[in-house]
């Protein structure tokens, strides 16, 4: 059986337990506390962070000498998401004007490559506050998703976007993701600052 740490708590681990998901639901049931979410977890000292991946879950726990959890409460966790989604909104705003701007310079399969990586930056992003807005849906009263919203207030653009990629012009495109995707993109600056407003966060 592994050393199984909560917090800097040392808990004795359940020996009917042979799997890493049977732990980490033993551990969401009883060990945690209200209110409260796993933050981190680090096997044998290396973080893993997709400690709910199926490849992860059907780990047998004999395998690791140990684990640590660190818990946080969920206004806390969600906080933290906000901060990070700041910046990655603010990456992501910077990578648009980046790849325009290689666009305009006919670096066509440079720029589109690079354009590759910000939509999969975008998709992240987007599953990132929608996965806040889940969390906050208390405060929001069962109002329909502002994320997925905005999220598909984009579609006309990104069609007009895939038309001018089908016909190669470039300059077309540079200015669609300059001026309209851009735009479409600082709709979520408002939904941060409402959620911001949620959670008492100046």
Do not use: C
């Not at 640590?68 to 206004?75: G, I, P, Q």
């Not at 506050?129 to 919203?149: A, T």
């Not at 600056?189 to 407003?197: A, N, P």
């Amino acid at each position: 059986m592994p050393q199984l740490e909560i917090n800097g708590i040392n808990l004795p681990v359940n020996s009917a337990l042979y799997t890493w998901r049977e732990l980490l639901e033993e551990l969401e049931s009883k060990h945690l506390g209200e209110g409260k979410v796993i933050g981190s977890v680090h096997f044998d000292g290396a973080e893993i962070t997709e400690f709910r991946d199926e490849s992860v879950l059907t780990r047998s726990i004999q395998s690791i000498a140990e684990v640590k959890v660190d818990a946080v409460s969920l206004k806390e966790m969600v906080r933290s998401a906000l901060v990070e989604s700041e910046t990655y909104l603010l990456n992501l705003e910077t990578s648009l004007v980046d790849v325009a701007e290689t666009f305009r310079q006919q670096q066509a399969d440079q720029a589109n490559s690079k354009l590759t990586q910000v939509f999969e930056g975008v998709k992240m992003f987007v599953a990132l506050l929608r996965g806040i807005e889940l969390s906050l849906s208390n405060s929001l009263n069962g109002s329909p998703s502002r994320v997925e919203q905005i999220f598909e207030e984009m579609t006309p653009t990104l069609e007009s976007l895939i038309e001018a990629q089908t016909q190669k012009d470039w300059v077309l495109v540079a200015d669609i993701l300059e001026f309209e995707l851009l735009a479409n993109l600082s709709g979520f600056e408002r939904i941060l600052t409402e959620f911001k407003q949620l959670l008492g966060v100046a």
